[in-house]
Every structure is written in C-alpha cells, then in structure tokens.
C-alpha cells in the first residue's frame, strides 16, 4: 500500500504523545489453513449493503479440529452448512466460529458454505462502540445523488478488512485462491483478481462477471471495483495491461500508466523472477482511502493518479506509486509478510522500487534526490525510537509509518552499497524463489543474503531491522603540515552505537579521491595522505548512509562543495547555505552557476533562491532568467524562472508572461498568471476568468493567490474546494499559509456558496481520512467557522451557520 499524505499524517499525529506500545505482537496462530474461497455477490445500493454467498474450503494446519473460527465483521450470517447439513455456529459481530460434523486431520480439507449480508457501514472496531473507517467496502454516491461524483463500489483489504465483506481468516499469513461472481447493473464494469472467465446477461438488467484466480495470495489481497469506466488496454510480453479509467481521463491513460509494461520487464530482470500473474488492471477509485493498493493484479490508486496533459508534462505525479505497486507484486504478494510487525518486508522493498525505477530509467540524480526526500520525511516525524521490525505497538495500522516505509528503502539502498549489486539482487531472487507463495519476515531475508554473499549479516540485521535510531556524528579534521596527513575524527552522539561503511571524498581543487572506511565504534579516526591542502573534506561523500552529520563548514567550503560535490543531497545543501551569503560576490556567482546545473532540481533550486536585488546582481543573470523561462528542459524549471522575474515587478518582462500562459503546462501557466498580476491586473484577473473550470482547478493555488489578494469575493466558493488540501496535503509551508488565509476569510464571509463548498468538503475528507484522526480535525475547523460566523455577524449569519452545524453532524455520526 502506497501512503502518499505524509504531511497530512504528520498534521495531525505530531500533536500527539505516543506511549510506548507493550502487547507482544505474534504472527496469528495457524490453526487452520485456507485452501480456496468462492464468492457469490450483489449489492443493495440504497442501503450499501452486499448479498453474499461464500464456500470457504479449509483444512487444519497441524493439529485435529472439529471448530473453525472465521473473521466476520458486522454481517448478519444466514445460513452456514457443509454438504447440505446445517452447522451450529457462534457469530459475536466479529468472529464466527462454527462447530463442524466431525473431527478433521491436517490432511482433510473441507468446505463450508455461508449465506450472509456484509454491512459494511455497521463495522466497529472490536473492543469498541464507534464506526471504524475501515470498512473493507465502500460505496461511492451509493444513489447518484452527486452530479460531480460517479456511483462506484471498491474494496481496500489491507490490513484486516476484507472479513467486513467475506468471512475468511484475515490474517497476512493465510494464502488462498479464489473465485468471485460479481452481478452489477449493465451500465458498470468490474474489476477483480485474476481473469474474466465469463460474462453472463441476466433478465433483470444486470450483468454476473466471474473472475477466475487460481493462483494463491492472502485474503487482504482480494479486490472488487465497479463503475462506470473506460478500460485502454496495454501488454507486457502475452500479459494484458490495463487501465480502468473514468472516460474524461481516458485519452490520458496511457501518458500516467503507459510505463507500467516497463515496469514489469525491469523488475523481472532484477529480481531473476518473471512477472508471475495473468494479468495486470490499474483502476481508480474516487475517495479512495489510501495512496494505492497493491490487490493482486488489480491495483487500485486514489483521485491523484488522474493528471492532463498539462499536469503530465510537468511531472507524472503518480510514477512513483505505480512503480511501488508494480514492485509489490513480487514483495507482497508473491511473498507476503508473515505479520503487520514484519511489514518490511513487503513496504520497504516497495519504497526502494521507487529509487530503483528512478535510477533506470532517469538516472542516478533523480533517484538520490528522492531518497533524499524519503529520509527527511523519516528524520522529520516522530520515528527515532522506533524499531523498523516492531513486534510491540498499538494497532497494526501504526506499522504503516516512514520507517516501515521510508527508513526501510534507505536500510535496503545501504544494504544493497554493502553486499554489490550482484549479491543483492541474487539474495532477492533466492528470497522469492524459496518462499513464493508463501510469507517472510525479515530473518529470512537475511538468511537469503547471507547464502548468497558468504557474510554474516547478523551484525546488520540487528541494528537497522531490531534496532531504532540511525548515527549521528560529529566530524573534526586534524592537518598535519609536515607529513601532508589529514586526520577526519568521527564521533557517535547517539546512545547505541552502530557500524557502518563510510565513503570519506577528500577534494584537492576539482579532484576528489575517495575513501571507503569500516566505522566501528563510539570514537574512530582515520588519517589519509594529500599533495596539496584539502579545499573540502565531504563525509557520507556518496550519501548512502542514512546519518545525521554535524561539522564546522565555512562559506567557501559550501561553495567548493556545490561546484564539486557528486551526490544531489551534498549539492542541495550547499546550495542553500550558499543562498544565505549572496551578497557575498563568490556566493552569488555560485548560486548563478548552479542555474545552469545539469540536474533540473538544482537549477530550480537555484532559481527559486537567486537574490536578483542584492548588489551583486547582474544584467547578465536576468538575461539567463529569461532564457530559462523561455528555453528550459523541465517545464518545472521554466515555472521556477518566471516566478522569480515577477518578483522584479519590470514592464519589459511582460511580454515573457503573455508568452508563457500560452505554454502546455500548468505550472508555466499559472506563475505566468501571478507574475502578470503584479504588472497588468485587470489582464491576469481577465485571463484566468477565461480558463476552463478543469484548468482552474489544476491552477487553484496561484488563482487563489491573485483572488485573495485582489479580495475577490466572487470567486470565493471556487478556492473553498481547495482549501483542505491545500491546508494538509501540501509540504509547502507557503502554500499551507496561504489556504489558511483562505479557510480565516471563508471562514469569516457572507458567501453561503462558500460557506457550503468547504464543509461540504471537510466532511468528504474527515470521512475519507477518518482512520488518520481527521474527522476530529474537521469538527474542529467546523466549530471554528461557526465562531467566526458569529463574530461576523453578516446577514447570511444563521443560515451559514445553519450549514455547517448540519456537516458537523455528519461528521459526527459519521453516515
């Protein structure tokens, strides 16, 4: 599963203390094995309910039994019987447990038979009174009340959902088959695992599609999707690839997807296993809880994945996930974490696909800059303490956090620097071959490495998988003249101390000379020979090592650092602090230098933070702005450049503007709008009252900078469908404020349009995110906008206030 809302996870959980979890977190007990599941369904949309027959056919693991217990969440059970004979069972809401005709041995399978109907909506979490979003089916506009919103039917499995809408054992460590009879109205399409057998038209309007997998994988994997979509097909080698797509997005299905049969080559290659499923379906899901979902051969992705061409040609923002799904389908699926507290093995894996497809297909930069990312959304959440293998926490959804995640991808990249790309992708293979089918935990995996690689990994293992933390060292640099030594001295501040392998780069002018260092131990030097004093020492030189490092650097030596340093994190973090120093000369120069870098993120970086107004400042570098804005690459790097020559307010540049709203892209387009707003109001207000409601909506952010500035109250119920997502989904800390703004002035006005859009909104996301705490956090923006309402006093004041104590009720009662 892909978590793509870190800063709204972090909104909202950096408020909290977590305790330290106790409760010993086992693998489930195997007293039973499932063998196969068949499905019957249909659904009562009204009531957002599904009809359900189930033939569950299991066997005992080990030892004779004459009960099963089988998760059931929420369902009124009907009829249970094996064999046409009725059995007596127990059924508590959450688990039904059925007394079965006889004793069975471990090698006697045999098959119940339940009639049920699933309530998903009437689903609790155990122990407790109150709904729980996780729901395992959702309906979507169940009754096509909204004309914005498709009637759709989904499922989300992981972790332990799917028994909200079949009895199973819900438990990772459970492989079954499966067979699903979906009957739909004729308008809609289904999606599930595995093949369409057959398609059968029945006399009543609708339609039973039966989906065939023969294959095994766990019960969360299991997967329904249903609406009204357009399917563009694709193929890897004789395997179909395919894309259900809403038909507005359907002529860019293949510009967000069209890398997927890539995908699938490349990570077969990497790993020595072929794709090893029939098919492989993307679908997208409105209101989607989650980033994706990796169900076998059916992934499911969020509203995010739709992009337009405009979006596209700046940056396919799905790409990541799709590859981390792609990479599931061998870490996941094919072999699947035997518990929640040995995740990693299926999340890290998926997260490092991304650095790995990255890599391949991009090139080293793009790949080390989104490790980058990765560690410092790690390193800024509450994550220290915690062990990436974690048999103590809270509740198994706490186990999908950026160390299961994004610590986990880092540990496997340092991995992979310290066996070499052989021996780690050859303990991969041996991983999946030994154990497909079937599940691993994170000893497995070392044991795959270690027989491949001769070493005791031991030593590794127990620190980055059983361990919490990462180093934290202080660097200290003795010269020694005479001998023309350099002595760098690493001190480890954090409590437990780890070893590690370390790349040392000493630069003598534009040479670097690598040393590659074993660090053991709290204090460590190591002194190493030069011809001619060191312009610059570089420390984790090629930024494998997932560390903090704090030592005294000078201007000059960010600035040698950004001229030569090979790795993009060493190269951004010059840059900034380079930035802080322009109006030193050298500094400026540099910052106007790196505008010309050959990685884009750099040059953007340097757009963004070039200081055109400080005394250094050039006609020269203003004649590159504009050639950047007109000539750049990367449109993201063009959007960079104009933004920043609107800073300059200058009439001549206006024509570089008009230009640039002309462009393909978005991002060009909108910094295009707010630039020309500064020099020709009426003309950028004019222009973007002409964009097409789509285009706007892509372009909210800047359009909303001009609106509010310009305190264009018509325009007001517009921003409001933004304002949520701008406030928590964004990473911007600008952007942020900038919707906060927003939220206070909607807050605050008379405009009941308004007034209806954001709660109307906030009580779409409080449901959608209510496994995040969100829900509480839109009762509190609610409550929130009714003192802000009363304060105003404005002549719409009761009947705004009226709408939102009606969302707060919704929220509430969670309906």
Sequence with gaps: ?????????????????????????????????????????????????????????????????????????????????????TLKYDYDGFELTVNLPKKYSRNEEFTLYINYTAQPEKVKQKGSKAITSAKGLYFIDPLEEDPNKPTQIWTQGETEASSCWFPTIDAPNQKTSQEIYITVPQKFVTLSNGKLEKQTTNTNGTRTDYWNFTQKHAPYLFFMGIGEYEIVKDQYKNIPVE????????????????????????????????????????????????????????????????????????ENVQENTIAHEAFHHWFGDLVTAESWSNLTVNESFANYSEYLWLEYKYGKDEADAHLFEDTQGYKNGQNYSKHLVRFHYDDKEDMFDAVSYNKGGAILHMLRNYLGDDAFFAGLNTYLTENKYGTGEAHQLRLAFEKVSGRDLNWFFNQWYYGNGHPKLDISYDYNQIRKTVTVNIYQTQEEDF?????????????AIRHNVFVDGKETSFTFPYASQPNLIQINADGVLLCDVNENKVLSDYIHQLKYAKNYMHKREALLEVVKHQDNKDAFEAVAKAMNNPFYKIRKLAVENINLANKNSKRREIEQLKRIANNDAKTLVQAAAIETLGKLIDPELKSIFEKALQSKSYSVMGKALVSLYYLDKPMAIAKSKELPIEVKKIIATPLTRIYLQENDDSELAFIAGNVLSGMFLSGDKNVQALYKQAYEKIGKSNNTAAIQNLSEDIVTKGKQYSQYGFDQVGINLLRQMVQMQKNANGSNEQKNIAIIQDAMSKLLSKK
């Design 1 to 85: 599963m892909r978590k793509i809302f870190l800063s709204l996870l972090l909104a909202i959980t950096t408020t909290f203390v977590f305790a330290q979890a106790t409760e010993y977190r086992a693998e489930r007990e195997k007293i039973h094995d499932l063998v196969h599941t068949k499905l019957k369904v249909d659904f009562d949309f009204k009531n957002q309910t599904m009809n359900g027959e189930a033939w569950v056919t299991a066997k005992p693991h080990f030892y004779s039994q004459d009960k099963i217990t089988l998760d059931a969440k929420a369902m009124v059970i009907h009829k249970v019987t094996t064999n046409n004979q």
């Design 243 to 314: 894309y259900y797509v809403e038909k507005e997005y359907a002529p860019f299905a293949r510009e967000i997807f069209g890398n997927t049969p890539e995908m699938l080559q490349f990570f077969s290659k990497i790993t020595g296993v072929e794709y090893p499923w029939n098919k492989y379906a993307q679908i997208v899901g409105r209101d989607y809880v989650s980033g994706a979902m990796e169900n076998t051969t059916a992934v499911i992705h969020g509203e995010n994945a739709y992009q337009r061409s405009g979006q596209l040609i700046d």
């Design 499 to 511: 070893k590690f392998p370390l790349a040392i780069d000493v630069f003598e002018g534009s040479k």
